[in-house]
């Protein structure tokens, strides 16, 4: 699991509370449950408003993808694909189809059952690139509910300051709650601004970085299935895998295969 998002946002949420302590506050003091239920409720429901009604029923669901998903290193992908190479070329495509069973990955196991099946290779390229294509939009509407509440919580955090401002002007009768009501008033808008730029607009860049990795991941498997469908040698096949990967994580598979061939 990448812990990015949970370390940034925890603590960016920490640093908060203790800058609050170190300054002679209390943390009790910005924790008002009704401040917080209107910048939360009022941002997703707006982010809700903007959208189509599945994006919020699997906000959830994108939520604990965000803060829980696992990034797999390029180069285990490239050395399954590898394998994959070097038995369809010894023994056949064919060969394959005990082989595709075990596969883990979920878009190069579809891409090598085509290639088993005898699909032609511009169709199989066409599929797999169409489905790359609407995985990416599904993750782009994903991730725009986070844009679009990162984009309300401020303004709704101001609305909930001046409702906080309009409810002292009407106690100005009670001098010796007004210093409260005052503060009282602004932390609806230090929620809003807060929860936009440590949470939701983090969470839709992560969102975004996630769906980019897992792209490449899958333009990295239609290059590799091809090559195996193509019956390309695997060493070939290998280094044009490599090549496509970022350079540190290359230098780290080329090192590998060095150290598997020395052995």
Known sequence: MDISTIVG??????????????????????????????????????????????????????????????VTPPTQLVDNIVKLAERARREGLLALEDAVKTVEHPFLKRGLQLAIDGTDPEELHDILHAEIAAKKKADKASAKLFENMGGYAPTIGIIGTVMGLVHVLENLNKPETLGHSISA?????????????????????????????????????????????????????????????????????EAAANTKKAA
Not at 27 to 55: E, N, Q, R, T, Y
Not at 210 to 225: F, N, P, Q
């Open 9 to 70: 946002v925890v603590v960016a949420l920490i640093i908060v509370f203790t800058v609050q302590i170190l300054e002679g506050g209390s943390p009790s003091s910005i924790i008002l449950i009704p401040s917080m239920l209107l910048v939360f409720g009022g941002a997703f429901m707006a982010g809700m408003a903007g959208g189509v009604l599945k994006d919020a029923t699997g906000a959830g669901k994108t939520l604990q993808k965000a803060f829980l998903a696992k």
């Open 185 to 253: 008033a602004f932390v609806a808008t230090l929620w809003g601004v807060l929860s936009a730029n440590v949470i939701w607009l983090p969470v839709a860049a992560r969102l975004n970085r996630l769906s980019a990795v897992e792209a490449e991941e899958m333009e990295l498997v239609v290059d590799g299935v091809l090559a195996i469908q193509a019956g390309s040698n695997p060493r070939l096949v290998a280094q044009k895998l490599r090549s496509l990967l970022p350079p540190d994580e290359a230098k780290k598979a």
